[in-house]
């Protein structure tokens, strides 16, 4: 059994015999004590890093089946569908979408080139006066490309990218994109 314990026979304690406090205050942390607090914040950042580049993938782009968009373009009829054949393994389709558009139908398949770089095909029976302008961004005609499969004309797009534009009296086909323009031509050739 315990005895209890009288307050008035308890011994006395000084100010200098405080018990010290739990933690230092904030004046009293050094330098060395914030870069551990920070390096256990940091280990476990750069662990799930390391595990999302390793295992999962992560810094490898998505890609899509381009095939239901253009089997609704085809369905629909609203213009001749072409799809790239015979393109290499290392061309990736990142985006793949058939919708209506402000003056008719457009199709759009994004693609990512082997060396890295965005283009897009872009078919549709959008009257091209106003196509153009919104695709290319103001883009000027700079010639005809030498391309089989019709009368393809090289043109500057928005920023830093080019296009190939092939004009049909029922669509307008337009390979665009910041790749080199030998990649554009083998995305354009490569059309079936």
Do not use: C, H
């Not at 006395?12 to 914030?34: C, E, K, L, T, Y």
């Not at 693609?111 to 103001?138: C, F, H, I, M, W």
Request: hydrophobic content about 40%; proline content about 9%; charged content about 25%.
């Amino acid at each position: 059994m315990v005895e209890p314990v009288d307050p008035d026979s308890a011994p006395a304690v000084s100010a200098d015999q405080a018990a010290p406090s739990a933690g230092r205050s904030r004046s009293d942390r050094s330098p060395r004590d914030m870069a551990l607090s920070l390096l256990v914040l940091l280990v476990p950042i750069a662990l799930l890093v390391a595990f999302y580049r390793g295992f999962l993938g992560g810094e490898q782009p998505t890609t899509v089946d381009p095939a239901p968009a253009v089997e609704q373009a085809r369905a629909e009829g609203a213009f001749p569908v072409s799809r790239p054949e015979g393109l290499g393994s290392d061309w990736r389709t990142v985006s793949a979408r058939y919708r209506a558009e402000q003056g008719g139908m457009t199709l759009r398949i994004g693609y990512l080139t082997p060396e890295g770089r965005g283009a897009q095909l872009v078919e549709s029976n959008v009257p091209a006066d106003k196509l153009l302008p919104t695709e290319l961004s103001g883009g000027q005609p700079q010639g005809p490309a030498d391309l089989p499969g019709g009368t393809w004309q090289r043109y500057t797009a928005r920023s830093n990218e080019q296009a190939l534009v092939l004009l049909e009296p029922d669509r307008t086909v337009i390979v665009i994109g910041d790749a080199r323009e030998d990649e554009l031509r083998e995305l354009a050739v490569a059309l079936r």
